[in-house]
C-alpha cells in the first residue's frame, strides 16, 4: 500500500529565509504532483514530476524528484508572504487511471 | 473557462438523509475523481472513473455511489449521509496521461447532523 509522508506539517517562517518541504513515499513511483491550497479554496496545481531527477521552477519554488530514494523536495527561497498556503505533494500509484495518494500537507505561513 | 463546477458549493443534511453532488467538467478530459479532504489527513480518493462508462472504488467509497453520466459529468451520491461523512468533497477530472495534473473544483463543504 502506497504511503506518502509530508514533513514538517506545519511550518512558520520569516520573509526572506529559505526552507524545504519534504515528501517521502514508500513504494515505486515515477510520477509525483505538487498542489497549493489557499484557505477555503480549490487545489492548484504548482509541478508534475515524472522522471527521477526532475527538476522543476516557478519564481520562489522549486520542486525536485529522486525517485531511488523515494523523495521529492519543494525549496522555498527567500519566502515572501503570498507563499502562505497548504502545500500538499500527490504520487501517482502507477495503476491505469492515474490515481494519486496525498499527503496530509504542509501548512506554510511567513511572517513578514 | 469553467474548469471543473461543483454543485452545491455547502450543504447541510441530517443523519440518514441522501443527497448527491454534481460535478462537471468542460476540458474534455476522460478521467474524473471523486475525494474528501478531512483536516490532517489530506486527500482521499473515493471513487474514480478512469473513461465514460466505467467507475472504480478508491481509498474510501463505503457509504458513497457515483454515476459517470456522460464524458462531463460524474456524480457523487450519499444514500444515508453518517456524521462521520462531514468533510469537504473535491472533485477533479484529468487527462489518461499522467503528464496532466488533475484539476480540481472549488469543493462541496458538506455537514451531517
Given at each position: 500500500e502506497l504511503k506518502v509522508e509530508q514533513n514538517p506539517l506545519f511550518l512558520s517562517m520569516q520573509?526572506?529565509?529559505?526552507?524545504?518541504?519534504?515528501?517521502?513515499?514508500?513504494?515505486?513511483?515515477?510520477?509525483?504532483?505538487?498542489?497549493?491550497?489557499d484557505p477555503g479554496k480549490s487545489l492548484e496545481?504548482?509541478?508534475?514530476?515524472?522522471?527521477?531527477?526532475?527538476?522543476?521552477?516557478?519564481?520562489?519554488?522549486?520542486a525536485s524528484l529522486d525517485t531511488k530514494a523515494r523523495l521529492s523536495t519543494l525549496h522555498i527561497t527567500a519566502a515572501v508572504h503570498d507563499l502562505s498556503a497548504t502545500y500538499f505533494c500527490a504520487?501517482?500509484?502507477?495503476?491505469?487511471?492515474?490515481?494519486?495518494?496525498?499527503?496530509?500537507?504542509?501548512?506554510?505561513?511567513?511572517?513578514? | 473557462n469553467a474548469g471543473v463546477t461543483?454543485?452545491?458549493?455547502?450543504?447541510?443534511?441530517?443523519?440518514?438523509?441522501?443527497?448527491?453532488l454534481q460535478c462537471a467538467q468542460d476540458m474534455n478530459h476522460n478521467s474524473m475523481y471523486w475525494y474528501r479532504q478531512d483536516p490532517g489527513m489530506g486527500l482521499r480518493l473515493i471513487y474514480y472513473s478512469a473513461s465514460?462508462?466505467?467507475?472504480?472504488?478508491?481509498?474510501?467509497?463505503?457509504?458513497?455511489?457515483?454515476?459517470r453520466l456522460n464524458k462531463r459529468e460524474f456524480s457523487l451520491r450519499l444514500e444515508s449521509a453518517a456524521p462521520s461523512q462531514t468533510s469537504v468533497y473535491f472533485c477533479a477530472s484529468g487527462g489518461i496521461y499522467s503528464n496532466q495534473p488533475q484539476h480540481f473544483g472549488d469543493g462541496t463543504r458538506l455537514s451531517i447532523l
Open positions: 520573509e526572506g529565509k529559505n526552507y524545504t518541504i519534504y515528501c517521502n513515499y514508500s513504494t515505486t513511483s515515477d510520477r509525483l504532483y505538487w498542489y497549493r491550497q496545481s504548482l509541478f508534475v514530476l515524472l522522471s527521477n531527477g526532475a527538476v522543476k521552477q516557478e519564481g520562489r519554488l522549486m504520487v501517482d500509484r502507477g495503476e491505469y487511471g492515474n490515481k494519486l495518494v496525498f499527503g496530509a500537507g504542509t501548512i506554510l505561513r511567513v511572517k513578514s | 461543483q454543485t452545491p458549493k455547502f450543504q447541510v443534511l441530517k443523519t440518514g438523509q441522501s443527497m448527491t465514460e462508462g466505467t467507475t472504480d472504488k478508491g481509498e474510501v467509497p463505503n457509504g458513497y455511489n457515483v454515476s
